[in-house]
């Protein structure tokens, strides 16, 4: 029988435990990872220094005296324009939105003193939202309108920018129209030519609602024309006047203001 094997070299002793990570360590570490993951999606997808939509303002140039832009000459083959009174206007000039505004006060033939017809026309220049997605929907929002006294009607119309629609508001004790507003989108521009029928005599010859939807439309078209081009003067219509005065060879003899005179006056 062989002898014993001797014994071994002496076992290592045990490694001492190894202690956990803290909890909040962990959680940091978590979120540095996840921020890291974000970080690098973000570069790959070029999310960094994503630049906000460029607005389409279609050619529209901004008009700070609309009264001057708004074409009324198919209105006044059936109105006159009050003369008592200047035109309302107003205009402002913002990051987001530029906007100009025009009312003016009309007469029917056999109107009394009392008895008025206003129009207005206002302009909206979207610069930073674009208002495609709900402009129809506005507009077809008169059609849920519930009145006792009013029908709203809302239609399209054709051959005005990108989209139109006619909204009326007929009566429905006599089935006259008192109310109208032609609504255009044309890109981030937005444009409406609203009459407001005030009269109260039965005598007054207020046109037919086919007859005002021509009108309507004839001076929007003709109104969005005008704001195509640029607006008289580059300060403003006081540096054009200006400007006309200098190149006058005899100031005497040369009107201080070639504008037309504002008639009327009425903010609906």
């Given at each position: 029988m062989p002898p014993p094997a001797p014994p071994g070299p002496p076992a290592a002793p045990p490694s001492p435990p190894r202690k956990g990570l803290p909890g909040w360590l962990w959680g940091v570490s978590g979120a540095f990872l996840?921020?890291?993951?974000?970080?690098?999606?973000?570069?790959?997808?070029?999310?960094?220094?994503?630049?906000?939509?460029?607005?389409?303002?279609?050619?529209?140039?901004f008009h700070s005296d609309m009264c001057r832009a708004f074409d009324r000459s198919a209105l006044r083959g059936h109105y006159s324009e009050d003369t008592d009174r200047e035109p309302?206007?107003?205009?402002?000039?913002q990051d987001?939105?530029?906007?100009?505004?025009?009312?003016?006060?009309l007469k029917a033939p056999g109107a009394r003193s009392y008895d008025t017809t206003y129009v207005s026309f206002q302009v909206a220049w979207h610069k930073r939202a674009n208002p495609e997605g709900e402009f129809?929907?506005?507009m077809r929002e008169y059609e849920h309108r519930e009145s006792k006294t009013a029908d709203y009607e809302v239609e399209a119309v054709d051959g005005l920018g990108e989209?139109?629609?006619?909204?009326?508001?007929?009566?429905?004790?006599?089935?006259?129209?008192?109310?109208?507003?032609?609504?255009?989108?044309?890109?981030?521009?937005?444009?409406?030519?609203?009459?407001?029928?005030?009269?109260s005599a039965t005598r007054t010859e207020q046109p037919t609602k086919d007859r005002l939807r021509d009108m309507l439309t004839s001076d929007t078209k003709a109104t969005l024309e005008a704001l195509k081009k640029e607006p008289e003067?580059?300060?403003?219509s006081a540096d054009a006047d200006d400007a006309d005065d200098a190149d006058s060879p005899d100031d005497s003899s040369t009107p201080e203001n070639t504008a037309p005179p504002k008639r009327g006056e009425g903010d609906i």
């Open positions: 996840a921020s890291a993951v974000w970080t690098a999606a973000m570069i790959a997808t070029g999310g960094f220094g994503e630049k906000e939509p460029e607005s389409d303002l279609a050619g529209y140039h309302t206007q107003y205009s402002s000039e987001a939105l530029d906007s100009s505004y025009c009312s003016v006060r129809e929907a506005r989209e139109a629609f006619l909204i009326t508001d007929r009566s429905k004790r006599s089935d006259k129209v008192r109310w109208a507003k032609l609504a255009v989108r044309d890109g981030w521009v937005e444009t409406t030519l609203d009459w407001n029928d005030l009269s003067g580059s300060a403003g």
